[in-house]
Antibody, heavy 121, light 107 residues
Framework: EVQLVESGGGLVQPGRSLRLSCAAS????????MHWVRQAPGKGLEWVSG????????GYADSVKGRFTISRDNAKNSLYLQMNSLRAEDTALYYC??????????????WGQGTLVTVSS | EIVLTQSPATLSLSPGERATLSCRAS??????LAWYQQKPGQAPRLLIY???NRATGIPARFSGSGSGTDFTLTISSLEPEDFAVYYC?????????FGQGTKLEIK
């Protein structure tokens, strides 16, 4: 059974940093690209960042480029999101999502339950 | 950045009726269009990938169509569990975007 478990969220002051983690199990982690998607309270989904299986390709939404850094450790089956210079508008539930690969035309076939990040003074 | 516009924002229908949801892209995305369903307090669930292919375990009443810039998600006969928010999503050169969502509510 595929499982994605996010952690690291919490309350943080504007301008500070936070590191999110996603522990993956139930599939061959280093075969798939992974992503972070966020959802502000009462709002829609926003793609944040993605990373290929070997970290060779990485993408960011314009809203986080230069502030957030995605990374992965295939030996630990883990995905990370380093978030610096946090702003109030970064407040959201952050989901870790697995890309389905070629068989799913790169759609996101599994999602975690999310970790909540609140940026407030 | 490719912008996805979903319509309508809210769709009010009764169980048994047919639902038609639209997603329009600001430029061609070929067939790289996915649809997700999200219920309150839950993570999104993949319904359709590559514009018209149902994901594993998705009932046959869900179907997707379209290519280029215009896409449609159709639910042939609504069940009570289908009332939720639906999002479309595209990917292009490591830039992914979601539509703003369509809320399907019980009339």
């Amino acid at each position: 059974e595929v499982q994605l478990v996010e952690s690291g969220g919490g309350l943080v002051q504007p301008g500070r940093s936070l590191r999110l983690s996603c522990a993956a199990s139930g599939f061959t982690f280093d075969d798939y690209a992974m992503h972070w998607v966020r959802q502000a309270p009462g709002k829609g989904l926003e793609w944040v960042s993605g990373i290929s299986w070997n970290s060779g390709s990485i993408g960011y939404a314009d809203s986080v480029k230069g502030r957030f850094t995605i990374s992965r450790d295939n030996a630990k089956n883990s995905l990370y999101l380093q978030m610096n210079s946090l702003r109030a508008e970064d407040t959201a539930l952050y989901y870790c999502a697995k890309e389905g690969g070629y068989s799913y035309a790169d759609a996101f076939d599994y999602w975690g339950q999310g970790t909540l990040v609140t940026v407030s003074s | 950045e490719i912008v996805l516009t979903q319509s309508p924002a809210t769709l009010s229908l009764s169980p048994g009726e047919r639902a038609t949801l639209s997603c329009r892209a600001s430029q061609s995305v070929s067939s790289y269009l996915a649809w997700y369903q999200q219920k309150p307090g839950q993570a999104p669930r993949l319904l359709i990938y590559d514009a018209s292919n149902r994901a594993t375990g998705i009932p046959a009443r869900f179907s997707g169509s379209g290519s280029g810039t215009d896409f449609t998600l159709t639910i042939s006969s609504l069940e009570p569990e289908d009332f939720a928010v639906y999002y479309c999503q595209q990917r292009s050169n490591w830039r992914y975007t979601f539509g703003q969502g369509t809320k399907l509510e019980i009339k």
